[in-house]
């Protein structure tokens, strides 16, 4: 069957469910009128054989999305009615064998091919067929039939059997969708935290799930670094898209890794810029000296591809330790970011630095101690702040 490229998952899949299903239930009515015709019920025997013409039409006519409707309401219909009328002419419930019951297809088959609201309507039908069902078993004009007495009774448990398993079936099969539903939706639940541990520190996230707004917090002794690939404006100029996201993809990957081993925390990047900070929790002096090595190994691996692949290229790094403002910021799209004259001084020494070169602040500095080799700069001028007594952090302490 040829399905239009524009029908939807779950609508093709109905589509198909229910070509499927008319179909078996047609073969079956003719099975069913064969049998009643063996034992001299013709009229009985027309009944069902009606449905399987009728619902052969049908298909023929309504196979495809067009006629979905279509097809679905006569289905339907044919399943309400049909075996309602077949009781009727077989004289009452228990002369029919119960077969009655098969019109409890209709509200069932409801539930899968339309809705709750159509379903329930297709269910008071049918509530009301029985009620009126019953009243023909007693009446004096009800008619007897031709059926041996072993056959109703074999009919009575082929009619409740049948019935029975396609409600089992139908129940499985909602049961299935239920839980590939849950299942689905547990895996987009994970996908959305992970999403969250990513973007946002992990205590962060923890408060941002359990609806915690806002996230604002004043934190003293944090660290903030900010390392800028220099020459990088003119090294892209003649590059494609293409191999300028690579490089920043491969360096700023690299920088992930190498922040989450040092126990540090990425704040965002900016451009070809890359920020970091330690200290959102933690012992200061072992943020800061996380920082520092943190440096050390940037310019270490961006000496090391510059040299054989990025020719041009190079890194500045400016370190700060000092008090910041930290928050989430945003709904449709979370941002942790932290504020405050810190980090001003942070970028202010990365852009100060020359190639190469690790910039550490006095208050950085201080909290290094004699574990990293350190050159003083004295006090140095910094754009738009006042002067800042600086370092060159040459290497760690062997």
């Not at 049998?35 to 019920?41: D, I, P, R, S």
């Not at 709750?116 to 019953?134: N, P």
């Amino acid at each position: 069957m040829n399905m239009p490229p524009k029908m939807s998952e779950n609508k093709e899949l109905s589509h198909r469910l229910l070509v499927l299903s008319a179909l078996m239930m047609a073969i079956a009515a003719v099975f069913w009128g064969g049998l009643y015709a063996y034992f001299g019920e013709f009229r009985a025997a027309a009944i069902p054989w009606s449905f399987a013409v009728i619902s052969f039409i049908s298909l023929a006519l309504f196979r495809h999305e067009k006629g979905f409707t279509l097809l679905r309401t006569s289905q339907l219909f044919l399943s309400l009615m049909l075996p309602f009328l077949l009781m009727w002419e077989l004289g009452g419930f228990v002369n029919s064998s119960a077969v009655v019951i098969w019109s409890l297809i209709s509200p069932m088959g409801a539930f899968v091919f339309a809705n709750r609201q159509v379903a329930a309507r297709w269910f008071i039908a049918f509530i009301l067929l029985v009620a009126v069902g019953a009243t023909i078993g007693s009446s004096a004009v009800a008619p007897d039939n031709q059926l041996p007495p072993e056959l109703v009774t074999a009919l009575f448990v082929m009619n409740l059997s049948g019935v029975s398993i396609v409600a089992f079936v139908l129940l499985n099969y909602f049961v299935g969708q239920k839980d590939r539903t849950y299942d689905l939706l547990a895996k987009e639940r994970q996908r959305s935290e992970d999403l969250i541990c990513n973007m946002l520190p992990e205590a962060i996230g923890e408060r941002l799930k359990q609806e915690q707004r806002p996230i604002a917090d004043r934190l003293d002794n944090v660290t903030i670094l900010f390392a800028d690939i220099s020459g990088f404006t003119n090294y892209s100029m003649n590059k494609t898209p293409e191999e300028i996201v690579t490089l920043l993809d491969q360096i700023f990957s690299t920088f992930d890794e190498m922040a989450a081993r040092y126990g540090l925390e990425k704040i965002k990047t900016i451009g070809d810029a890359y920020m970091v900070c330690g200290g959102l929790q933690g012992e200061p002096e072992k943020n800061a000296a996380n920082a520092a090595n943190f440096a050390c190994e940037t310019v270490s691996y961006m000496t090391a591809i510059c040299a054989t692949q990025y020719h041009g290229l190079g890194i500045r790094v400016g370190v700060n330790t000092g008090s910041v403002v930290a928050g989430v910021i945003g709904h449709a799209k979370y941002s942790y970011d932290i504020w405050g004259d810190a980090v001003n001084i942070a970028a202010r020494l990365q852009q100060a630095a020359e190639p190469g070169q690790i910039w550490l602040s006095k208050d950085t500095a201080d909290l290094l101690g004699g574990d990293f080799t350190l050159v003083p700069r004295g006090e140095t001028e910094l754009k738009g702040h006042t002067p800042v007594v600086t370092y060159i952090l040459k290497r760690a302490a062997a």
